[in-house]
């Protein structure tokens, strides 16, 4: 986050508000101030001048009213209102006084340079108002770029008849002088009092600002995911109280936040650590999560699909074409297989709800079921091959046996063919099942093993001269085994099986006058059986079914000798239970070598008794 500049911060805007509403007082006690002290100047101006012109009305109407002889040696009128005009004093030198009878003639004034207007008529319009309506004239105006004040008061005699007028005119230069030196101090003082109240502001400002600005860097922290630190409490205010209320929501999301944390390593420890893929998207369908797991099932980053399209990574455009058609799937089967192997996902879909049943996601599971779907369909495959394996025995003995009942019995010649063949096939399904308890108690690990230290060549030799005892004429049976000891861990009576079930398929299918190869070789670790017929040979595609449940290179062949189709499968499960492996080379028309290994036993073993 970048850091406020002073001039944009909450700190000068207290100070700038705090400024503005001391001006505008200042203002406003600074206005009144102004015009109550101009009003008061004033009106102690026109006051002081009243009290003149009062008593200058008071002498002069006694000099007006007083009978003169000069003769008697009396004063003239105007002489004496010149004198008594001469006795007024005033504070202001640019005051000027003049008196003027009815007859608008000057007969006295105080200005020296104005004596020369004793005598003559008065121009002034205030004067002729006076003496016209008999009453007092006020006025105020410029002269000369100079404010004035005039004022003239009638003289009445002792019959009420205007016998002249006092013309005064004095300057308000004076007064409006004192109001600005007053208004000039009142601002002086408001101008330190502002700097004085801003430097304050700027300190008030910064106690409220501080822990504001502390509770910002603490915000800033939290938002890292820090909440080991505290803000200072300053105070027990509306302030102080957001600290503690700040310090108790730190404590909180600490709480909280190590809880998600917790339960966010968690679950990703699970997903990490799943065989099962899992996949998250929003409502719209766009992938937000992905778990290793998913991804290799897919062959996708998890990184690089975030925000892909979750149908298109299933590959399901074709068959799911909205988002919302998931929820009602539930599950289904996605086929990945390419030439070369198949791959099954089954997917599980389920829909992530609000509060307000609302979906806000989907969550799919994805898992591997290449191998469950194989075993399912060899289950399937192996009960429909155990049915058809029964039922063409029993459908034979039931020919057999309803021809007799018919009357087949009676016949001498045709009644023991017929219960001959009844037997044989009885025999054959009683080893096809005693071959299907085998394969089961072998699947169940059921099966007992009686192992015992052996030495395989003598034993190899030992199966061999029995088989040469019952072999057809016509069937050659070359050994190839080393003189030589060698001691292996296994189970005789498997071991005999085994290699009669190999020995026995390979005279089967061996054509009259064939040759079958019989070798042993002694390798460093274990031991190489090989055993090869001349037979009419497997197709390379085919090689590896040999072994399954109930395959028959030649199933018209297998059924004519009795085989039951589980002799192989039999085999490669007791090879494999002596920790050995067996397999299969053929080529068509050049027949089939069938081979198995089994561990040779160590020295340090072979000399215990």
Same mark, same amino acid.
């Given at each position: ?98 008196? %003027? ?7 006295? !004034?105080?200005? /020296?340079?104005?004596? @020369? &207007? +004793? =005598? ?100 800033? %922290? ?7 630190? !505290?803000?200072? /409490?300053?105070?027990? @205010? &509306? +302030? =102080? ?109 389920? !829909? ?8 806000? =996601? ?248």
């Amino acid at each position: 986050m970048n850091k406020v500049g002073f001039f944009r911060s909450i700190q000068l805007k207290f100070i700038i508000i705090y400024i503005l509403l001391l001006l505008l007082a200042v203002q406003v006690i600074g206005s009144f101030f102004s015009i109550r002290l101009e009003d008061d100047l004033m009106g102690s101006f026109k006051t002081s001048i009243n009290e003149r012109v009062e008593l200058l009305s008071y002498n002069l109407e006694q000099a007006f009213e007083r009978e003169r002889n000069e003769e008697d040696g009396d004063i003239p009128l105007q002489q004496e209102v010149q004198q008594i005009v001469e006795d007024i004093s005033t504070d202001n030198a640019a005051t000027t006084v003049q008196v %003027i009878d009815n007859q608008r003639r000057v007969l006295g !004034t105080n200005r /020296i340079n104005e004596m @020369d &207007e +004793i =005598g003559k008529k008065s121009t002034q319009p205030l004067v002729q108002q006076a003496l016209f309506f008999d009453s007092q004239q006020k006025n105020e105006f410029e002269d000369n770029g100079e404010s004035v004040y005039v004022q003239v008061e009638p003289i009445f005699d002792s019959e009420g008849l205007a016998v002249g007028v006092i013309y005064f005119q004095s300057s308000l230069e004076g007064v409006y002088d004192q109001v600005e030196g007053i208004n000039r101090l009142f601002f002086q003082g408001s101008v330190l009092a502002i700097t004085i109240s801003a430097i304050l502001g700027v300190l008030v400002a910064r106690t409220i600002t501080k822990p504001i600005k502390e509770m910002k860097e603490q915000a800033q %922290i939290m938002a890292n995911g820090d909440f080991t630190q !505290t803000l200072n /409490i300053y105070g027990k @205010d &509306e +302030i =102080g109280q957001l600290a503690e209320t700040f310090n108790d929501l730190n404590s909180r999301l600490k709480h909280s936040y190590a809880t998600i944390e917790e339960e966010r390593r968690k679950l990703s420890s699970v997903l990490s650590n799943m065989s099962d893929g899992v996949i998250a998207t929003d409502n719209s369908g766009a992938i937000t999560l992905m778990n290793e797991a998913a991804g290799r099932l897919i062959g996708n980053n998890p990184e690089e699909v975030i925000g892909d399209f979750l149908l298109d990574i299933l590959q399901l455009e074709g068959k799911i074409i909205d988002i919302t058609d998931l929820q009602d799937s539930g599950s289904m089967i996605i086929d990945f297989s390419d030439d070369d192997s198949p791959f099954l996902i089954r997917a599980n879909f389920s !829909t992530v709800l609000d509060d307000e049943e609302e979906i806000t =996601g989907f969550i799919t599971v994805i898992s591997d079921v290449t191998e469950q779907e194989k075993v399912e369909q060899e289950r399937r495959d192996f009960v429909s091959n155990v049915s058809h394996e029964l039922r063409t025995p029993l459908t034979t003995m039931k020919s057999y046996l309803e021809a007799l009942t018919d009357g087949a019995w009676e016949d001498k010649d045709i009644a023991p063919k017929f219960l001959s063949v009844a037997q044989g096939e009885t025999d054959r399904m009683i080893r096809m099942v005693n071959d299907l308890l085998q394969l089961s108690k072998m699947d169940s690990d059921e099966l007992p093993m009686h192992k015992e230290r052996a030495e395989f060549a003598g034993f190899f030799h030992h199966v061999i001269d029995r088989f040469e005892m019952n072999s057809p004429e016509k069937i050659k049976l070359v050994r190839e085994i080393p003189d030589v000891q060698s001691y292996v861990w296994m189970d005789k009576d498997k071991m005999t099986q085994i290699l009669d079930n190999i020995i026995s398929n390979a005279i089967k299918y061996s054509p009259e006058g064939g040759l079958i190869r019989l070798k042993l070789e002694v390798k460093r670790h274990y031991l190489l059986v090989s055993i090869k017929d001349q037979g009419m040979g497997i197709a390379y595609d085919k090689l590896e079914k040999v072994f399954e449940r109930f395959y028959r290179a030649d199933k018209a062949r297998a059924r004519k000798f009795g085989g039951t189709g589980l002799g192989l499968a039999i085999t490669k499960e007791l090879v494999e239970a002596h920790h050995g492996t067996i397999w299969a080379k053929s080529k068509e028309g050049e027949g089939t070598t069938i081979l198995f290994t089994l561990p040779l036993m160590n020295k340090k073993r072979r000399g215990v008794r």
